[in-house]
């Protein structure tokens, strides 16, 4: 009894001083041991969820000293630089085949202009000075100077001509996305290739003169004018009154490319003179300036007859 008594009391004893049962050591709760463990540097999933945490307290701070660091400003300074290069070489391969101010220049028009150059265009045997003025070594512009050419009319003209296309070709009950395209791109197609045949032989025939693309581009595209005139006579007085605009038109056209080329191309004869060989060129140059005028009707015609009938 003695010995069951002492066991007994023994028991009681270790039972007071045991550690937890297994299944509290499962489920052991760890919280209150966190704040230790996020104190030594560890990350705790669980622990202060509802407030900031320093890293996204410290992120204005970081951005904020990205702007002040000198090794950022410096960085972001020579990124500048090289995207300003880069447009620079941009704008400089671009003004390698167009030059935005030129073509400003041949745009700088006013209605006074427009009017005194569509009746030169129309009537150009009563104009009797065909010079184009300068200043400076510099051409006027066509408001100044009703002589220089300009590419606004022909711009103009050109979408006009269209237009008039497209009425005609429904007047006719034949219209149609496809066709007005094909005469769109035709009339373009024609006059790139005129420019194109010009270019070539000037440059065949080694003629310094101050023509430019531009320049071939407004002249022949000084052709949509009679074409339009043309058209409106076609379709208002039938094939009598089309062939006769026709005529009228490319005779005035061809008055006026041998007038206008005529200061351009041949008034250069006298800087060759004393080249070698020179006795030969101031009569192709005449006919250069002679077929382009010859070849205008036959554009004219060639753009416009199926659009009466």
């Known amino acids: 009894m003695d010995l069951q008594h002492h066991g007994y009391r023994a028991t009681k004893q270790r039972a007071r001083a045991t550690p937890p049962t297994a299944d509290s050591v499962l489920f052991e ?51 500048s630089s090289l995207a300003n290069q880069g447009k620079d070489m941009v704008n400089k391969e671009i003004s390698r085949f167009m030059s935005v101010n030129k073509l400003k220049y041949f745009f700088a028009v006013d209605t006074r202009y427009v009017l005194k150059k569509l009746m030169i265009l129309m009537f150009p045997y009563t104009h009797q000075d065909w010079e184009v003025r300068y200043h400076r070594d510099t051409p006027l512009t066509p408001r100044q100077d009703v002589n220089a050419p300009d590419l606004y009319i022909p711009t103009m003209a050109f979408i006009t001509y269209i237009l008039l296309a497209g009425m005609a070709l429904g007047i006719q009950k034949r219209f149609s996305p496809e066709v007005l ?15 194109l045949v010009m270019l070539l032989s000037l440059y065949l025939l080694t003629v310094h003169s101050d023509l430019s693309t531009f320049d071939l581009i407004a002249y022949s595209g000084y052709k949509y004018v009679g074409m339009i005139f043309t058209v409106l006579c076609g379709l208002l007085f039938g094939s009598d009154g089309y062939f006769v605009a026709l005529a009228w038109s490319s005779c ?45 009707p036959i554009i004219i015609y060639w753009l416009t007859s199926h659009l009466v009938r």
């Open 29 to 79: 709760d760890t919280s209150s041991a966190a704040p230790a463990m996020n104190s030594q540097g560890y990350y705790n999933p669980g622990y202060n969820m509802g407030g900031p945490s320093n890293d996204i307290q410290g992120g204005g701070a970081g951005v904020n000293n990205l702007f002040t660091d000198p090794m950022a400003n410096a960085a972001m300074m020579y990124g």
């Open 181 to 195: 395209g094909l005469c769109a791109s035709t009339a373009l197609v024609w006059v790139i290739i005129e420019v």
């Open 252 to 296: 005035a056209l061809m008055f006026f490319i041998v007038r206008s080329l005529k200061m351009k191309i041949l008034t250069s004869l006298s800087s060759d003179s004393m080249g070698t060989g020179s006795s030969a060129k101031p009569q192709l140059r005449l006919y250069i300036t002679v077929a382009t005028a010859v070849f205008q």
